[in-house]
């Protein structure tokens, strides 16, 4: 039995790995003033900057299910006998239940999996368990390994400025307020799905080198390790020469959070994702 494997944009998958196990991605979108963006598109950062600078209305919208039974049709028609489809975090969108709504209009057996997590932290598992498919194993078997994976992951993350997270209503305008005026720097983390503050540190350097530092705390010889960033790539790469002298290890994967990220957290966010393997 031929197993496909989808997956939505919010994974920040290198196309390389994508293209190269056939995991199909189904797009996340950003609407902006009512029109709506996939975030696969040439949609950039800089797009959703100057949007919110025009006073725009900048939001995000989950993949419809008829994009999923696109997406699980296509892999039908390549000869796909079952289906297994990862998504970022129910807590966070309603991609998961776009993709529930979508597999029960299919023919073939879809097991769909809320990750709980979101960018490389499910990512990660979704590229061992199309590894696992290609070697034969079966739906079920890579749905359960990909589960357990995500389960494990870990993703950790800092935010340049709190304005993002007061529009998306993580915290109000008075915690806003106080925040920028004391350069407060949130390191938040994700626990059962959804966002949650870890610590407060005053400074972007402090910032950038506790997030290295508790996720070289949680590090194992056997994990995946990524880090993604907006609009952020120096102190991205820091941090992931960071990881690679104080883990031994002589590259760390790191990659762009698209624009569906950086509308709720916004330029200068760095993230840490460590998904141990199983």
Request: net charge negative; glycine share 8%.
């Amino acid at each position: 039995m031929a197993v496909g494997l989808v997956t939505d944009s919010t994974a920040y998958l290198p196309e390389a790995v994508t293209s190269a196990l056939e995991i199909v991605v189904v797009p996340v979108q950003v609407i902006i003033d009512g029109v709506a963006y996939n975030e696969t598109d040439s949609l950039t950062h800089d797009h959703i900057a100057e949007a919110f600078s025009l006073g725009q209305v900048v939001t995000t919208s989950r993949p419809s299910p008829e994009q999923f039974v696109a997406a699980f049709t296509e892999l039908v028609e390549r000869g796909c006998t079952e289906i297994v489809s990862v998504h970022l975090s129910s807590e966070l969108s309603g991609t998961y239940e776009s993709a529930l709504l979508a597999s029960a209009r299919l023919d073939v057996p879809v097991h769909v999996i809320d990750s709980k997590t979101i960018g490389m932290a499910m990512g990660s598992a979704i590229e061992s368990g199309a590894g696992l498919a290609a070697d034969g194993a079966n739906a079920a078997a890579t749905a359960a390994h990909i589960a357990a994976r995500c389960e494990k992951s870990h993703v950790w993350f800092s935010v340049d400025t709190l304005e993002y997270l007061q529009r998306g209503g993580r915290i109000g305008a008075v915690q806003a307020r106080i925040g920028g005026a004391l350069s407060v720097k949130p390191i938040l983390t994700m626990v059962n799905g959804q966002v949650e503050s870890l610590e407060l540190v005053r400074t972007t350097t402090k910032a950038t080198a506790r997030l290295a530092h508790i996720a070289i705390a949680a590090a194992t010889a056997d994990c995946d390790i990524a880090v993604h960033h907006v609009q952020a790539s120096e102190r991205a790469e820091a941090i992931a020469q960071t990881l690679c002298e104080a883990l031994g290890r002589s590259q760390i994967t790191v990659t762009p959070a698209g624009a569906v990220v950086g509308v709720h957290t916004g330029p200068g966010t760095v993230a840490v994702t460590v998904t141990p393997r199983i």
